[in-house]
T-cell receptor
Framework: AQKITQTQPGMFVQEKEAVTLDCTYDTSDPSYGLFWYKQPSSGEMIFLIYQGSYDQQNATEGRYSLNFQKARKSANLVISASQLGDSAMYFCAMRGVNDYKLSFGAGTTVTVRA | DVKVTQSSRYLVKRTGEKVFLECVQDMDHENMFWYRQDPGLGLRLIYFSYDVKMKEKGDIPEGYSVSREKKERFSLILESASTNQTSMYLC?????????????FGQGTRLTVV
């Protein structure tokens, strides 16, 4: 079974600054994928970024980057140059290669201040 | 544009009613999921299906059942709604192509049981 831990219930960040959202995980799967999703107040879940456990490079997608430290079992999301539209809840999730489902953390609410 | 569509954004039902939440995806995905989202708990898996007429219990299946008669449609059924089932319900789908891929989500159904 997978376990995802997000220890920051809420964070404030100033517009144009970077913010790091923490995520640690635990799994017995030899191969797995890590995901970050954004959920604005409207409720839909938006896929942001993916990191495979055997990927050599940290994943990046525009202003999103994933700081993957496999030995520490952490997969932190970095949002650079924050914008007001980044205010949302962010979820870390993972799926093992032998598993059908995504397991989620409790989420972190990010509020961007002007 | 790929899509997962849930039949209702908001529902209000009475205690004891039988409730149907419908989800349709147009991506020909094998896997479909029902999650429940509550503050501080993240997303918890209720049921999932990896093929037509196949279903598996997730982490919190009590009080729920599901139906998957066609590949594109996955229904969640609350046999006798109770107030502790007031929550946000999210449907998702994903492919099973031998690689770990992201799940796509519907817009969510906010269910209130009174």
């Amino acid at each position: 079974a997978q376990k995802i831990t997000q220890t920051q219930p809420g964070m404030f960040v100033q517009e144009k600054e970077a913010v790091t959202l923490d995520c640690t995980y635990d799994t017995s799967d030899p191969s797995y994928g890590l995901f970050w999703y954004k959920q604005p107040s409207s409720g839909e879940m938006i896929f942001l970024i993916y990191q495979g456990s055997y990927d050599q490079q940290n994943a990046t997608e525009g202003r999103y980057s994933l700081n993957f430290q496999k030995a520490r079992k952490s997969a932190n999301l970095v949002i650079s140059a924050s914008q007001l539209g980044d205010s949302a809840m962010y979820f870390c999730a993972m799926r093992g290669v032998n598993d059908y489902k995504l397991s989620f953390g409790a989420g972190t609410t990010v509020t961007v201040r002007a | 544009d790929v899509k997962v569509t849930q039949s209702s954004r908001y529902l209000v039902k009475r205690t004891g009613e039988k409730v149907f939440l419908e989800c349709v995806q147009d991506m020909d995905h094998e896997n479909m999921f029902w999650y429940r989202q509550d503050p501080g708990l993240g997303l918890r898996l209720i049921y999932f299906s990896y093929d037509v007429k196949m279903k598996e219990k997730g982490d919190i299946p009590e009080g729920y059942s599901v139906s998957r008669e066609k590949k594109e449609r996955f229904s969640l059924i609350l046999e006798s709604a109770s107030t502790n089932q007031t929550s946000m319900y999210l449907c998702a789908s994903s492919s099973w192509a031998g690689a770990i891929t992201e799940a796509f989500f519907g817009q969510g159904t906010r269910l209130t049981v009174v």
